[in-house]
């Protein structure tokens, strides 16, 4: 599943015509998306590294249980037919949201487990830096969707889980 996935997205990101580029200038206008456009095209390119290091750590019996429970949030979440950004009609901008979502679930999980846990996929290793700053970009690009994830993100961890069916429902 990993695999297509990350099939889809390359293909999506190669893609001339995907309206990536145009949306992200709509948003902020065209001087100024030059900053955005590679930073989140890379984070939504490293998205399915990132799930594959979630899975993995789900299966590690020291992961606390508030983190496995976010963890199975985000799974939950990334099959949900509907989102805040529609993948249909947005094409590769439309998955950023759900990049978003896997990496702050990522850095969140990073900053939470203790050093034997903490280790990532080698291909990860190098990624904290830029991590951080792509989702900087995303939250300035997407100021209402990232502030609904991260409400949302805050009450899974304290195990409200109703939270997501709440917010998916005032999404639309």
Do not use: C
Not at 2 to 14: F, I, V
Not at 65 to 88: A, N, V
Request: charged share 25%; no cysteine; aromatic share 8%.
């Amino acid at each position: 599943m990993l695999q297509a996935l990350k099939s889809q997205l390359r293909t999506l990101a190669e893609d001339q015509r995907d309206p990536f580029a145009a949306n992200i200038r709509k948003r902020v206008g065209t001087v100024e998306a030059v900053h955005y456009t590679k930073p989140l095209r890379s984070l939504i390119l490293v998205m399915p590294e990132l799930i594959a290091q979630i899975r993995a750590w789900m299966e590690q019996p020291a992961l606390p249980p508030r983190l496995k429970r976010l963890h199975g949030f985000l799974l939950s979440y990334l099959y949900h037919p509907t989102d805040f950004l529609p993948e249909d009609s947005a094409g590769l901008f439309g998955y950023l949201d759900d990049a978003y979502l896997v990496g702050r679930v990522y850095a969140r999980t990073m900053q939470h487990l203790d050093h034997r846990t903490r280790r990532a996929l080698p291909n990860l290793a190098d990624l904290s830096g830029q991590l951080a700053q792509w989702l900087e970009l995303a939250q300035q690009l997407l100021p209402a969707e990232t502030q609904r994830i991260e409400h949302l993100l805050d009450e899974i961890l304290e195990g409200r889980t109703e939270a997501f069916r709440q917010l998916m429902g005032e999404a639309y």
